[in-house]
Structure formats: structure tokens, C-alpha cells
């Protein structure tokens, strides 16, 4: 493909959020494909609606940050009652930047908040529908997927690390190879993360990105100069490689830099809270 051609292809994927108030000051971020989906729900966090104060305020969901424990689990309990996600159903991953997805069942509930968390991984798969999965975000992607005809879903973080090392293939592969899901029939989404606007790196990391994706026009500059990274491209480019049809995708579009519902890592200059993720099967067949 040359970059005109995934230009265009990028230009006709659907981008779009509803932005839902579930109660108790609590918002989340949905896809507007997925929420059209009976049998699953999936969402990511607003900062609203928890307790903990200053930098982390006000619902932090990150247990890496440096705040009381306490809070964070407090910040769980009113966010998961809030989206109606059974207590004890949630996994969480134990994001290290790699390309590690993990498939987890009912076994695995409670790992990393009730029990001790999983090995090192920042995805997760499953077909289990007694279980929430969960991964934590500051500013990178958290990519969705749903495979209707499996009934099997996926979730996972995707910093610039893993978006670059292809972390979305490696998902699509893992269903595959666990639930025998069929590319054509996943729906793929992005979550909220910082923009290509935003998102300024070195010239080295530029370089990099453009060695990888050398089918992405995914550089750009911004007003100081400085080189800038479209993840979102990184992200549809990994989708489409994988055999997901350009219709099956979908980008919420928001900027964690930009949008003070949200923690942005950058904004804040790494003193802030984190948001989470969640997709769990609401039935199963
Ligand atoms: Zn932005």
C-alpha cells in the first residue's frame, strides 16, 4: 500500500464517542459501534466522580500511582457499581509497554486489586462472560475488540511502545489461536489518547515510526518545530495489516491532552491519576 492509498482508507474510518453520565458523578467514554453491540459492554473513564484529591482527583484508577491504596480501590468500587460491572469480575492487566496478551478466564477474576496481578502483560483476551477485563491509561490508546460471531472479546494498552511493536495484531492473533475469531468478523476500536497533534517526539522516535509504518504518512510538525506522531494512523495500519476490514474500525477521536474530563501523563508532566478501560460479555451462547 502506498500512503495515498492508506491515507484515503484512514480518512474513511468512522470516528466518533458518546460520552454516557452513569451516575454518582461517574462518565464514560464509549464507542458508538460497540454500544450497538447487546451483547457486550465496554467504556473508559472520566476523571469524575471519585475520591481522591489534588493531582490524582478525582477518580484515579491507577494502583502504580503514589497515592493510598484505599482511594484507588474506593475509586473502583463507585466506578464499577456505577457501570453496573460485577464486583469481584474484574482483571486488570500489568501493562509493561511490551506486546504480551494474556487469555484469562473465570480463574483469573480479582487478579491485581483483590489478588496479587498478573504476570507482565498489557493485553487480555477472553470468551468468558463472568469476567471484566480492564487495562489502565494516561495518554495511550486502549484498543477494543469484539468478535460477535465467537462472542470472544479483547482489550489492551497501547503506548507508542507497544502501538509500534504491533501490540493490535498480536490481539487479533491471539484470538485467532484461542477462539478461532476470523479478522473480517472483529470490530476494532481506539479509546481516547493523546492526539496526532499533540503527540511530539524526538526525531529518533519519528525515524523509527516512519521505518515501521512506511505505508503511514504519520509525521508531522507542530508549532514549535517539533516532530509529531498520528498513533491513530499507527493503530488503523496494524488493524488493516491484520486482515480487519476498514469498516470494522472505528477511532473515538478525543485527546487526553486536550480534554480536561480526562488525565493526560503529558499534560499534567507525569503528576497524575490514571483512567481505565473495561469490555466484558454481557451473554453468552
Ligand atoms: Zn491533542
Given at each position: 500500500m502506498n500512503k495515498e492509498t492508506f491515507l484515503n482508507l484512514y480518512r474513511s474510518v468512522s470516528r466518533g464517542y458518546i460520552y454516557r453520565e452513569l451516575g454518582g458523578g461517574i462518565g464514560v467514554y464509549r464507542l458508538p459501534t460497540f454500544d450497538a453491540c447487546v451483547s457486550i459492554d465496554h467504556g473508559f473513564s472520566a476523571r469524575t466522580g471519585g475520591v481522591s484529591t489534588g493531582v490524582f482527583s478525582s477518580l484515579n484508577l491507577s494502583f502504580t500511582r503514589p497515592e493510598q491504596r484505599e482511594h484507588v480501590m474506593e475509586n473502583y468500587r463507585r466506578f464499577s457499581s456505577s457501570a453496573g460491572?460485577?464486583?469481584?469480575?474484574m482483571i486488570m492487566d500489568s501493562y509493561e509497554h511490551g506486546t504480551t496478551i494474556l487469555r484469562v478466564d473465570?480463574?483469573?477474576?480479582?487478579?491485581?486489586y483483590l489478588y496479587d496481578p498478573l504476570p507482565p502483560c498489557d493485553g487480555l483476551v477472553t470468551d468468558d462472560p463472568s469476567v471484566t477485563l480492564i487495562t489502565g491509561h494516561a495518554d495511550c490508546m486502549a484498543f477494543f475488540f469484539f468478535d460477535p460471531v465467537k462472542n470472544a472479546i479483547g482489550l489492551c494498552h497501547a503506548g507508542w511502545r507497544g502501538a509500534k511493536a504491533r501490540i493490535g495484531s498480536e490481539v487479533i492473533r491471539m484470538l485467532f489461536s484461542c477462539y478461532g475469531s476470523r479478522p473480517e468478523d472483529i470490530l476494532c476500536g481506539v479509546g481516547p489518547s493523546i492526539c496526532p497533534r499533540c503527540f511530539e517526539v524526538g526525531d529518533d522516535v519519528a525515524e523509527a515510526f516512519e521505518q515501521d509504518f512506511p505505508s503511514c504518512p504519520l509525521r508531522g510538525i507542530n508549532r514549535v518545530g517539533k516532530a509529531t506522531i498520528d498513533l491513530w494512523q499507527v493503530a488503523v495500519c496494524q488493524f488493516v495489516e491484520s486482515g480487519i476490514s476498514p469498516d470494522h474500525i472505528e477511532l473515538m477521536g478525543v485527546c487526553t491532552m486536550e480534554d480536561d474530563r480526562l488525565f493526560s501523563y503529558r499534560r499534567e508532566k507525569g503528576r497524575t491519576g490514571g483512567m481505565a478501560a473495561y469490555l466484558r460479555i454481557l451473554n453468552s451462547r
Open positions: 460491572i460485577p464486583w469481584d469480575s473465570h480463574d483469573d477474576c480479582g487478579k491485581g
